[in-house]
């Protein structure tokens, strides 16, 4: 079976999880430069059969789009050149953010390391990546 890639978009950083082969379980894999994200995408998808990307989908309590929407949408397009044969899905991604730090801090993890942004980018991507297989 193929594994799914989700996306946690941001303007510098972006959080990348994978699933596991039964679309059961989602793992962290790494936080991305956007300058980066293509060449690491590629890497991925030439090792592992990949066929969905779930890209997060940032709403705002109300249900209107953010602001950084408009440049998801053309981060969509590039990858539907480059990757024509995966399939795009969107995910609210509502909270996820707040939830990873929330996370951060239950584990104890100690308060240098809480700081990197890079970690709640990745555990963010894991969460939206994990929500949407729990909705399958």
């Not at 929407?69 to 053309?74: A, G, H, K, Q, T």
């Not at 707040?98 to 239950?106: C, G, H, Q």
Request: glycine share 4%.
């Amino acid at each position: 079976m193929s594994k799914i890639i989700a996306i946690d978009y941001g303007l510098k950083r972006i959080g990348v999880a994978i699933s596991d082969e039964s679309r059961v379980l989602a793992f962290g894999l790494d936080t991305v430069s956007v300058s980066d994200i293509i060449p690491f995408l590629t890497q991925i998808v030439n090792k592992e059969h990949i066929d969905v990307f779930v890209i997060g989908k940032p709403l705002q309590k109300d249900n209107t789009q953010s602001e950084i929407e408009n440049e998801i949408l053309r981060f969509i397009k590039k990858l539907k050149l480059i990757f024509p044969q995966i399939v795009i899905e969107r995910y609210d991604e509502r909270f996820t953010s707040l939830i990873a730090k929330k996370t951060i801090i239950e584990s104890g993890i100690n308060k240098k390391k809480r700081a990197d942004k890079k970690l709640v980018d990745k555990i963010s991507a894991t969460l939206i990546l994990q929500s949407f297989l729990e909705k399958k």
